[in-house]
Every structure is written in C-alpha cells, then in structure tokens.
C-alpha cells in the first residue's frame, strides 16, 4: 500500500512538473535577451571591427527556443485536445511574424523607390520580395547586395521555412500512432543529418583532393572555383535546421518522457552550468578564429546541444539560480521584445550611419533608438495582435491524434 501511495505521488509531481514545462517560463524570454544583445553588439560596428564576433551565434540560441517552443505547444495542444489544428497554428505564426515583416518589406521598398544606386544598405526589389515571402536566406547565396539593410532577415526565413515543414511532419506522425521513441528519433536524425551534410561540405572543400571537389554540389563553386563555402552553409536551410531540430527533440524528450521530468535541481544546475562552460568554449574558439575554421565541422552543434540542455534544465526547474538571475525584470523585458528589436535594428543602424558620423554618438543613438521603437511596437502593434492571436489557441477541425 505504502508503494502505491508513493507512486501517486511520483505521478502527481510528475504531473505539476509537466504543466510547468508547458507553461511561461521567463527564465527562456532571459535567453532571448542574451541572444539579442549578442547579435546587436556583433552588427555594432567600432572604428571599422565588429564588437563582439561570435555574437552571430545569438540567432542559433533562437533556433533552439523557437523549435523547442512550437514543438512543445504543438504537442500540448495534441495531448489536451487530442488532435492538433495546423490551420490555428499557421494562423497565430502569421499574427506573431508578418505583421514586423511586412513592415520591414515595406520600408525596404519605400527606402529602395527613394534612394540612388549608390546608397549604402538600399535593398534591390529581389531581396524586397524575398524578406516578404521568406527566402531571404536564399536570396542571401544567390544576390547577396540585393538585401540591403535587411540582411538580418535572412533567419526569419529559415524559421519560416522550418513552420512550414516540421508541424504537418509531426501531426503525421501522431496521427500514425508513432512510439514516443520514434517522436525523437526524427528530429535528432533529422539534426543529425543536417549538422553532418554541414560538416561533409566544409570538410571536402577545404581537404578533399581537386578532383573529388569536383562532384560537390554546384551551389558551392562559382565561376569555376570554389567559393568560400561557409557562407554557402550557413545560409542555407538544410545546412543550418540542426539547432531548430535540436530544440524539437528537446520539447519531444521533456513531453513525452515522464522520467526526466524526475530530474533533481541539483542536476540541472550541472547541466545547466556543464551547457555555459560547452557555449563560453566554442565563443572562445569562434572569437579566436574566423568562423570558417571550426563552427561548420563540429562547434556550431555543441553550441545548439548546450543551449538545449540549458533550456532544458531552466523549465525543469525554475528556481536553480541561472533561472532566477534570468528571469531578472530587466532581461525579461528586453527578451519579450527581441522579436521587435531583431527586426527593427538593421534598418536602424543603416540609415542612422548615414546621419551621424561620429561613432562616440552613433552607437549609443542607434542602440536608444531601435529599443524604443522596439518598445512602442510591441506596445501598439505586437501588443494587440498577441491579444488576437489567442482566439485561435484551441483547434476546431483536424484528424484525432494519439497522445
């Protein structure tokens, strides 16, 4: 009787920690501060060098809470209601995402309609319609001038691209009554694949002999040579999905399993503190060598692992102290309005380096700037929109799924 008494009470903790796992975390809107601030000192340039030049790993810690995030609502909605509405889904992606982005598509037009040629950061009408049907990232191989200001946009496509695929993915496979195993086995095959396909490029342009570089894909030589392949690989969608399928498995791992929800506090503050030390390495390796050296063959997925696992132990337990030094009134706020400062801050920074010459000035001015209309957008635009968005929180019309 004793054992069966203990048991209820395993599941009825394993219950309350499953229901904080799907609910608001702000230690998570923490990580989204960190990752802003690292991509707008890496755009902040000083006396012509970047401020900080791993901060472009900041997108990656977005790839991992994005895939997590979705992954976990999609799979909340299928155990609450037992079927999972793609249409709501792509409904409140296109309330949460288009409304910037189309604002940002605007401005480039307008800013393109108005300018000469010569303008620095003028966007060309390709990469205006790229940035406004999400292949900026493509647009980025292809015609890389042709974004302009809005060269940032180009994760914005790699995330929309990822909704448009993973969602009916997973609905098919609970719909086909997959094994809780085979709902992890996807996205880390999936990553997997993505991560080495990466590595397989970089490593054989760089060592295989001439005469085997010559069956690469043809996306990696131009004019006859090989062009230099981490920009090819970095901006390609199959070559860069490892850290949102990192963060899928991630929300499949703390879902469906009950026993890691079993984890002690002292457990995920190792992991969490093991994650720090994995990021604070592969920032130090890719500040100490351009990231065409080490990032593609094997350091851009330990960084998306120990961002996954850093996450991972925040939601398990929300009172280890990194959880409470991020969940900081300040790096909340900042984190709730990253979407906004993200967008915003490339048409910012380009048109005010056009006014102020003065770096002393420019800098802090165009830091000022692009938090306050970040906050006057989220205030006005993305403020009432979010309120919308949840009249499409519950499905109506889609096929029985198994919890």
């Keep these: 009787m004793s054992r069966d008494v203990h048991d209820g009470s395993r599941d009825a903790v394993d219950r309350r920690t499953r229901a904080s796992v799907l609910g608001y975390q702000p230690a998570l809107d923490g990580i989204r501060c960190i990752a802003i601030l690292m991509v707008l000192v890496f755009h902040t340039d000083w006396h012509g ?6 901060g472009y790993l900041g997108v990656d810690l977005f790839f ?13 909605e299928a155990r609450r209601w037992r079927r999972i509405s793609l249409r709501n889904f792509y409904v409140r992606r296109a309330l949460r995402l288009l409304p910037l982005a189309g604002l940002l598509a605007l401005v480039g037009a307008i800013v393109n309609r108005t300018t000469s040629v010569g303008f620095a950061g003028r966007p060309e009408w390709q990469g205006v319609a790229s940035v406004a049907l999400y292949f900026a990232n493509w647009m980025h191989l292809w015609r890389p001038n042709a974004l302009g200001f809005m060269g940032h946009a180009w994760s914005l496509a790699i995330e929309e691209q990822f909704y448009l ?7 098919l496979l609970l719909w086909r009554r997959a094994s809780r195993w085979i709902l992890l086995a996807v996205p880390v095959a999936l990553a997997l694949g993505s991560a080495g396909y990466r590595a397989y490029q970089w490593y054989a342009v760089n060592h295989f002999p001439a005469r085997i570089r010559g069956f690469l894909p043809a996306m990696l030589v131009q004019n006859g040579k090989e062009f230099h392949v981490s920009e090819r690989i970095y901006y390609s969608s199959v070559t860069h999905a490892d850290g949102l399928l ?3 498995a991630l929300a499949v791992l703390l879902v469906s399993f009950p026993v890691v929800l079993r984890v002690t506090p002292k457990v995920a503050a190792l992991a969490a503190g093991a994650g720090t030390i994995a990021i604070l390495l592969v920032i130090h390796g890719a500040n100490a060598q351009p990231r ?3 990032l593609p063959e094997w350091g851009l997925l330990v960084f998306e692992v120990a961002a996954a696992a850093i996450t991972g132990a925040l939601v398990l337990h929300p009172g280890i102290r990194m959880a409470r030094v991020l969940s900081h009134r300040a790096a909340v706020w900042v984190g709730r309005r990253s979407y906004g400062v993200y967008v915003i801050h490339g ?7 056009h006014v102020i010459t003065h770096e002393s000035v420019l800098v802090p001015t165009m830091w000022a700037v692009t938090f306050a209309l970040a906050a006057l957008s989220y205030r006005y635009v993305e403020g ?3 309120r919308l968005k949840d009249r499409f929180s519950s499905p109506r019309v889609s096929p029985s799924l198994a919890t």
Excluded: D
């Excluded at 060098?49 to 791993?54: G, H, S, Y």
């Excluded at 695929?165 to 609905?171: D, E, G, R, S």
């Excluded at 048409?347 to 380096?353: N, R």
């Design 384 to 386: 009432p929109i979010l």
């Design 246 to 248: 990192i963060g899928c």
């Design 64 to 76: 991992v809470l994005s895939g997590f995030l979705i992954t976990v609502l999609l799979l909340q």
């Design 49 to 54: 060098k970047t401020l900080f030049q791993a």
């Design 347 to 353: 048409v910012v920074f380009s048109l005010l380096s």
């Design 292 to 294: 065409t050296i080490f």
């Design 165 to 171: 695929l993973w969602p009916p993915v997973l609905v």
